[in-house]
C-alpha cells in the first residue's frame, strides 16, 4: 500500500506537456514562463510556424500544477513591451483539468480573449444569463422572449468585444488600422471556436464581424468621384 501511495504521488509530480496556437508571438520562444496569477508554473518548449500562418506552441506545466490546466483554459500572450510570457487562466474552476499532450485555447491579445470568453458565454455574463434562466416557464425551457433576451445579451457581448478587437478604445489606431486588427482577431477566435466543434459561435462571431467592418469601412471617407471623359478638370 505504501510503494502505491508513492507511486501515485510521484505521478501527480510529474511535468506535462500541452499545446496551444497564437496568431501572433510577440517573441515568444523556448524558456519564455508560463504564470497563473503572476506566479511562475511553467515553460514555453518550443514554438513552430503553424500551416495557416499563425504558430504552434509546445508548453510544459510543473507536476505540482498540472491540476490547474482545465478543459476551458485560457492562455494569454503578454503584450508588446512586457518579456513574453504566456499567463493561464480558468474561467470555470469546477470544470475537469485537461488531459496532458491536449490542446488549450490560446489568445495573441486582450481583444481575442475578450472575444472568445464572450462567445463561448462565460463568467462575465454568467449572472445576467442566471437573471434570464430564472424566468424560464414551468417546463424548464424559455418563453420566445427571454430566448430573445438571452440571444440579444451574447450578441451585444460579441459586438462590444468585437469593438475591442478592431482597436476603438485605441484612437492612436488609424481607421484602415482598426479594420485589419479586428479581421485579424476575429479569425483567430473564429479558428479557436472551430476547432473547439462550437460552429454555430462560429459562425455568429464570423458575422458580427463581418457587420462591424461593413459599419466601420463605410464611415470612412470615399475618395471623389474620378471626372467623366471630356469634363473640365
Known amino acids: 500500500m505504501a510503494a502505491l501511495v508513492l507511486m501515485f504521488a ?27 496569477g503572476g506566479s ?15 504558430s504552434d506552441v509546445t508548453f510544459q506545466i510543473a507536476g505540482s ?11 494569454l500572450l503578454s503584450q508588446p513591451g512586457s518579456p513574453p510570457a504566456l499567463e493561464l487562466s480558468s474561467t470555470d474552476p469546477t470544470a475537469p483539468s485537461a488531459i496532458p499532450g491536449s490542446f488549450i485555447a490560446g489568445a495573441s491579445n486582450d481583444a481575442q480573449a475578450e472575444m472568445l470568453l ?17 424566468s424560464m ?3 424548464g425551457t424559455p418563453d420566445s422572449s427571454t430566448a430573445n ?4 445579451l451574447w450578441q451585444a457581448a460579441i459586438a462590444a468585444s468585437a469593438s475591442s478587437a478592431a482597436g476603438i478604445s485605441h484612437p492612436s489606431m488609424s481607421p484602415q488600422e482598426q479594420i485589419a486588427k479586428l479581421q485579424r482577431d476575429g479569425k483567430a477566435v473564429e479558428r479557436e471556436l472551430l476547432r473547439e466543434g462550437q460552429f454555430q459561435d462560429a459562425a ?6 463581418e457587420l ?20 473640365p478638370h
Not at 121 to 132: D, I, K, V
Open 118 to 134: 464572450a462567445a463561448r458565454g462565460t463568467p462575465a455574463l454568467s449572472s445576467e444569463y442566471q437573471r434570464l434562466f430564472n
Open 212 to 231: 462591424l467592418t461593413r459599419g466601420m469601412s463605410a464611415s470612412l471617407p470615399q475618395p471623389a468621384p474620378a471626372p467623366s471623359p471630356g469634363m
Open 65 to 75: 500544477d498540472v491540476s490547474s490546466v482545465r478543459t476551458g483554459s485560457l492562455l
Open 10 to 36: 510521484a505521478c501527480a509530480q510529474t511535468p506535462a506537456q500541452f499545446t496551444t496556437m497564437l496568431d501572433t508571438t510577440n517573441g515568444l520562444g523556448p524558456g519564455d514562463p508560463v504564470t497563473r
Open 204 to 209: 455568429r462571431v464570423h458575422q458580427q464581424v
Open 137 to 139: 416557464n414551468a417546463n
Open 40 to 54: 511562475t508554473i511553467g515553460q514555453v518548449l518550443q514554438v513552430t510556424p503553424s500551416s495557416d500562418g499563425g
Open 149 to 152: 433576451d438571452m440571444l440579444a
